[in-house]
């Protein structure tokens, strides 16, 4: 057989041997690739191994800890270990009274510890043999104290009774604390009572009574003449009542146009009479008046009165027992009911020949010229007062009974508070508006004490809702007599207001704000150095 030409053969093995070695060459590249994958990812692994021991010894460096504490078999962490539960059973045996077994377990604790220090001071990990004998007689007393129940589900329990215990504790001390605090700024000083007394023997010695009718009668005129400053006090304290009529003509640009209507009541009346008979206030005219004098004050006419003749309210404010104490002693303070007290509410009553006054509490200080006040134009309202609101605290809804029907319909619980204390009267006003009968009608409907408890301010916001004027805050700061208040507030103030307990004639009086209100006593007075005021 001729065998072909070679161009003529078929290149059936050429075009085999092409697609082997392509498809080998493409294995190899694909193995390279896999290869090259493999050792990335080893070397991005080592990263991260090499990365981790730095973080750890961080770790170990915030903690405290060695490497040998690390091991799984590490002697150290067993017996720290250790040592955290049994301080922390320590605390629950001392609760518990079992001091024997408290005081085995605080020297078996410092064992604990002693160990360690003399392990760190020499730098070397502990040995079985020298922390064995430790760590067993300390399982011991923890096996111990979980059979005496010191677990924490234990400790969980007897704190929350401790701490229910602690807040009764309180409760109990805070009750007792508001109490005594009570009582103590209820009381009347002996100096003070002392001073009463030398002056109704005083009043009662005297016989120059034509000398005091005269000038009486003197001063009759001035009481109603509508173009002097007319201010009133309602007071049963002689000495606090005085302060307020000194510091006022001390500090006025026209002492001889102020006239001052003291009201008090019969105990005082003769010693009030004889004190600023005696004494001169820079020619100030001071007129004593006693509440007995008002015969139209009666239960038929003053809702306070009818109420006193009730059994339940005589209950409530002197028996000291209703309702279990729950009520606080502040509530049920039998000056509230005191006509003293609501007199205020009777102002065009008790003065019908003027106009406008300005009405004062016995408890403040007077530092600057009041008679600005009497041209101060209140815009057709009845009350002019220095507003409380810049707190919550001190908005409707703080004294009143919003759960009331009453009160949720007629008034807005954010309204705006004031203070009583240093008011001015439009009496024209009041009597035309007849704010005497608005009183009236509130005091009716609290005669079971559901709109209101406390005081003479809520049933006053009550009255002169709608019918108050608000007044610059410099004319009236409050507060020296429970809290900090501001200096700046001091010195720009007109009239300071020592409300609250520590009133400056008591004990408790606060010390810093005292100088304010002494610097208007002249304790050089004989009456005074005799009933040992200081």
């Given at each position: 057989?001729?065998?072909?030409?070679?161009?003529?053969?078929?290149?059936?093995?050429?075009?085999?041997?092409?697609?082997?070695?392509?498809?080998?060459?493409g294995?190899?590249?694909?193995?390279?690739?896999?290869l090259?994958?493999r050792?990335?990812?080893d070397?991005?692994?080592?990263?991260?191994?090499?990365k981790?021991?730095?973080?750890?010894?961080?770790?170990a460096?915030?903690?405290?800890i060695t490497?040998?504490m690390?091991?799984p078999?590490?002697?150290?962490?067993?017996?720290?270990?250790?040592?955290?539960?049994?301080?922390?059973?320590l605390?629950?045996a001392?609760?518990?009274?079992?001091?024997?077994?408290?005081?085995?377990l605080s020297?078996?604790?410092?064992n604990?510890?002693m160990?360690?220090?003399?392990?760190?001071?020499?730098?070397?990990?502990?040995?079985?043999?020298?922390?064995?004998?430790?760590?067993r007689?300390?399982?011991?007393?923890?096996?111990?104290?979980?059979?005496?129940?010191?677990?924490?589900?234990?400790?969980?329990?007897?704190?929350?009774?401790?701490i229910?215990?602690?807040e009764?504790?309180?409760?109990?001390?805070?009750?007792?604390?508001?109490?005594?605090g009570?009582?103590?700024?209820?009381?009347?000083?002996?100096?003070?009572?002392?001073?009463?007394?030398?002056?109704?023997?005083?009043?009662?010695?005297?016989?120059?009574?034509?000398?005091?009718?005269?000038?009486?009668?003197?001063?009759?005129?001035?009481?109603?003449?509508?173009?002097?400053?007319?201010?009133?006090?309602?007071?049963?304290?002689?000495?606090?009542?005085?302060?307020?009529?000194?510091?006022?003509?001390?500090?006025?640009?026209?002492?001889?146009?102020?006239?001052?209507?003291l009201?008090?009541?019969?105990?005082?009346?003769?010693a009030?009479?004889?004190?600023?008979t005696?004494?001169s206030?820079?020619?100030?005219?001071?007129v004593?008046?006693?509440?007995?004098?008002?015969?139209?004050?009666?239960?038929?006419?003053?809702?306070?009165?009818?109420?006193l003749?009730?059994?339940d309210?005589?209950?409530?404010?002197?028996?000291?027992?209703?309702?279990?104490?729950?009520?606080?002693?502040?509530?049920?303070?039998?000056?509230?009911?005191?006509?003293?007290?609501?007199?205020?509410?009777?102002?065009?009553?008790?003065?019908?020949?003027?106009?406008?006054?300005?009405?004062?509490?016995?408890?403040?200080v007077?530092?600057?010229?009041?008679?600005?006040?009497?041209?101060t134009?209140?815009?057709?309202?009845?009350?002019?007062?220095?507003?409380?609101?810049?707190?919550?605290?001190?908005?409707?809804?703080?004294?009143?009974?919003?759960?009331?029907?009453?009160?949720?319909?007629?008034?807005d619980?954010?309204?705006?508070?004031?203070a009583?204390?240093?008011?001015?009267?439009?009496?024209?006003e009041?009597?035309?508006?007849?704010?005497?009968?608005?009183?009236?009608?509130?005091?009716?409907?609290n005669?079971?004490?559901?709109?209101?408890?406390?005081?003479?301010?809520?049933p006053?916001?009550?009255?002169?809702?709608?019918?108050?004027?608000?007044?610059?805050?410099s004319?009236?700061?409050?507060?020296?007599?429970?809290?900090?208040?501001?200096?700046?507030l001091?010195?720009?103030?007109?009239?300071?207001?020592?409300?609250?307990?520590?009133?400056?004639?008591?004990?408790?009086?606060?010390?810093?704000?005292?100088?304010?209100?002494?610097?208007?006593v002249?304790y050089?007075?004989?009456?005074?150095?005799?009933?040992?005021?200081?």
């Amino acid at each position: 057989m001729r065998r072909r030409n070679s161009d003529f053969r078929r290149p059936v093995r050429r075009r085999f041997s092409n697609v082997f070695w392509l498809t080998l060459c493409g294995l190899v590249v694909l193995l390279l690739i896999i290869l090259l994958s493999r050792t990335t990812r080893d070397s991005s692994s080592r990263l991260v191994y090499t990365k981790r021991p730095y973080r750890h010894d961080r770790i170990a460096d915030g903690l405290n800890i060695t490497e040998e504490m690390l091991r799984p078999e590490s002697m150290t962490r067993q017996i720290n270990d250790q040592i955290s539960l049994a301080k922390a059973i320590l605390v629950i045996a001392k609760e518990s009274n079992n001091l024997q077994f408290a005081w085995e377990l605080s020297a078996q604790i410092r064992n604990s510890q002693m160990l360690l220090s003399n392990a760190a001071s020499r730098r070397s990990p502990l040995t079985n043999g020298e922390s064995e004998s430790v760590i067993r007689d300390m399982a011991l007393l923890l096996y111990q104290a979980q059979q005496l129940h010191y677990d924490s589900a234990t400790m969980f329990m007897r704190l929350k009774a401790k701490i229910q215990s602690l807040e009764e504790q309180a409760n109990s001390f805070s009750e007792k604390s508001s109490k005594y605090g009570q009582i103590a700024a209820e009381e009347v000083p002996k100096s003070l009572y002392c001073l009463g007394v030398r002056l109704t023997a005083e009043w009662f010695r005297s016989s120059n009574l034509q000398k005091q009718l005269k000038e009486e009668k003197q001063a009759a005129v001035k009481l109603v003449d509508t173009g002097l400053y007319h201010f009133c006090v309602f007071s049963d304290n002689i000495l606090a009542t005085s302060v307020v009529v000194n510091s006022t003509a001390m500090n006025s640009k026209n002492p001889d146009m102020v006239v001052f209507h003291l009201v008090t009541d019969e105990v005082n009346y003769a010693a009030m009479k004889a004190w600023f008979t005696m004494n001169s206030f820079r020619g100030v005219t001071v007129v004593v008046q006693k509440i007995e004098e008002f015969s139209w004050l009666n239960a038929s006419y003053v809702p306070v009165l009818k109420q006193l003749q009730d059994s339940d309210t005589q209950n409530y404010y002197f028996s000291g027992n209703h309702d279990n104490s729950r009520t606080p002693i502040k509530f049920r303070n039998p000056k509230y009911l005191s006509m003293l007290n609501h007199l205020r509410f009777y102002i065009p009553e008790v003065f019908p020949a003027l106009k406008k006054v300005v009405f004062l509490d016995d408890d403040v200080v007077v530092q600057k010229d009041l008679s600005a006040l009497f041209t101060t134009d209140l815009n057709g309202n009845v009350n002019g007062a220095v507003e409380t609101c810049m707190e919550t605290f001190h908005r409707y809804h703080k004294y009143l009974n919003y759960s009331h029907p009453l009160i949720r319909q007629h008034f807005d619980p954010d309204a705006c508070g004031w203070a009583f204390g240093m008011n001015v009267f439009d009496l024209v006003e009041w009597r035309k508006r007849n704010v005497t009968g608005i009183y009236h009608y509130w005091q009716d409907k609290n005669v079971d004490r559901t709109l209101w408890k406390l005081g003479t301010l809520p049933p006053g916001l009550l009255t002169f809702y709608g019918l108050t004027e608000a007044l610059n805050p410099s004319w009236h700061v409050l507060g020296f007599g429970y809290t900090n208040v501001d200096s700046k507030l001091i010195e720009k103030g007109a009239v300071l207001h020592f409300n609250g307990n520590s009133k400056p004639w008591l004990k408790i009086g606060i010390e810093k704000y005292k100088p304010l209100w002494d610097k208007y006593v002249d304790y050089s007075h004989p009456l005074l150095q005799q009933c040992n005021f200081h």
